[in-house]
């Protein structure tokens, strides 16, 4: 197996673990016995008795949005799932998190508002191995977990850990921008790589990346080669584009060649979604909701459903997988983990001491103990993340539907992706296509800023593909879509008027010769 110490980087190398109220680091004398009680007059830590807080009581809900369907909203997911063909009622259900627990594997208040060690508190930490084991265990078994301050917070950490000076990382073209920040932060070269927006797409050109490494000192003189590869392989941001396994596997026989690390942003992975039907639409345009349950078992979602990630094809400890809560339990708690071999989670982890110390001990509780105690452990957190995908679905397939009933799509000036995974869609303005030869490629942010005043001028804010490209100038050419998000509208009804009026907007745009 490959060393893994060679990707990291001289910097995250240069660190040591250390912490002035430690024990000494050196030999004990001889006859040396530590006590059995020992009374701590070092660390500042204060005793759970000054904490405010007593106790906490979290209320959950069953499935998503279920407080609207106590509002009488259809919102994409009924007040019942069908596991295994039998309806089961669901009840409201609340977490007791007290100042004490004798229950091992449930987190305390003593210890969620108390400094926690800088990997995570150990029950959390312990679930996120369980969970990355049953879904995406890598072929190795040198791999360690560490917690994170949200996904933004694993990638930054990534980068510090094998990023020097000049080195460079490929990255897809139209990417998850902040990560580019944080290459920069560590002085790296981030060099964009071609996406494929056909409609049957796995997203990255593999031709145009393998040709890029073959052909790297012709193309770029100046630069070393690639040390990583930076890829959101499922439910791409922006795109929606989700990699095969057999473009996975491709892609990491690339990495083995080549001697590069695959930094795997994987936030939206879980959320897998079937193909478009429109035959689960009436004529009315309505879902019956009964069609809206998950019908999966969880052994068919991780045998059938769920792409494998590049950690399960690893065997040289070449891939970080970069993992967050923010999709399926709540952003704000800003908790994540990172996935990679031990000497890099090492590195990871000495960075966090001279960083953010780690992530918040409440929201390690919150999370732990909602899993572990009320879901039910591994399976509970698996089955509700498959009622997340089936509303994801919905909510997809009612965005979709609202597009391809316009006349905008029928008059075939736009066209749009359904993605496998993730929350989103790509909203392709064809009639920009500079293959068409209606607008030259010079022209197309401009028509796309002025299409856009238009979109927002009919009511609806959408992400155009121009603002998330690591290089616009290497982009231009396939600029000519806005990123959709079917995940922050309230209920159906918005989410069905989103796409008449994005539609309606470029229809107008278009009939007034591609000006606002």
Not at 254 to 260: G, I, Q, T, V
Not at 282 to 302: C, F, H, M, Q
Not at 448 to 472: A, R
């Amino acid at each position: 197996m490959t060393d893994a110490s060679q990707f990291i980087s001289k910097r995250a190398q240069s660190r040591k673990s250390s912490h002035f109220a430690n024990v000494p680091s050196d030999q004990p004398p001889a006859g040396f016995k530590p006590h059995p009680k020992p009374l701590l007059l070092s660390y500042g830590t204060p005793n759970d008795g000054f904490f405010p807080i007593d106790s906490i009581d979290v209320n959950l809900v069953a499935f998503p949005f279920e407080h609207q369907s106590k509002k009488g909203h259809v919102i994409g997911h009924g007040g019942e799932s069908k596991a295994n063909g039998h309806a089961k009622e669901y009840k409201s259900n609340s977490v007791h998190i007290s100042r004490h627990t004798d229950t091992p594997n449930l987190l305390d208040l003593s210890r969620g508002l108390q400094y926690a060690p800088v990997p995570g508190l150990e029950p959390l930490l312990e679930f996120t191995k369980e969970f990355i084991s049953k879904t995406h265990k890598p072929a190795y078994d040198g791999w360690n977990s560490i917690l994170s301050t949200g996904a933004s917070d694993g990638l930054n950490k990534a980068c510090d850990a094998i990023l020097d000076p000049g080195d460079v990382v490929l990255v897809e073209e139209f990417t998850f921008s902040p990560f580019l920040k944080f290459v920069n932060n560590v002085g790296g070269v981030p060099v964009p790589v071609k996406i494929n927006l056909s409609n049957d797409s796995d997203g990255l050109d593999f031709d145009y990346l393998e040709n890029l490494l073959t052909n790297w000192s012709k193309e770029h003189p100046n630069l070393p080669k690639p040390k990583a590869l930076y890829t959101i392989s499922t439910g791409q941001n922006p795109t929606g584009f989700t990699q095969t396994v057999e473009f996975r596997h491709k892609v990491y026989k690339l990495a083995e060649e080549h001697n590069f690390v695959i930094i795997e942003d994987d936030p939206y992975g879980y959320l897998t979604l079937p193909k478009y039907d429109p035959s689960r639409f009436s004529s009315n345009n309505k879902v019956d909701p009964a069609d809206l349950e998950n019908n999966l078992t969880i052994e068919e979602y991780l045998s059938d459903h769920l792409t494998p990630s590049y950690l399960e094809l690893d065997t040289t400890g070449r891939v970080i997988r970069v993992e967050t809560f923010s999709k399926l339990f709540a952003p704000g708690l800003r908790l994540g983990f990172v996935i990679a071999h031990a000497k890099v989670v090492d590195a990871i982890r000495n960075y966090a001491e001279v960083a953010n110390r780690g992530a918040s001990g409440l929201s390690q509780t919150v999370v732990n103990n909602v899993v572990r105690d009320q879901l039910g452990g591994l399976d509970g957190w698996l089955n509700w993340i498959l009622r997340m995908r089936a509303t994801y679905s919905h909510r997809k397939d009612l965005l979709l539907h609202s597009i391809y009933q316009s006349e905008a799509f029928k008059k075939g000036l736009v066209d749009v992706i359904d993605p496998k995974a993730g929350m989103f869609v790509t909203f392709k303005v064809k009639f920009l296509d500079p293959a068409e030869g209606k607008i030259t490629s010079d022209d197309v942010i401009s028509t796309m800023k002025q299409l856009l005043w238009k979109i927002i001028s009919h009511g609806v804010l959408v992400v155009p593909g121009y603002n998330m490209t690591v290089d616009q100038k290497f982009s231009l050419e396939r600029s000519n879509f806005f990123r959709l998000c079917y995940a922050p509208l309230d209920n159906d009804e918005d989410i069905i008027e989103s796409g008449k009026r994005l539609t309606d907007a470029v229809l107008e745009f278009h009939d007034n010769g591609n000006k606002f």
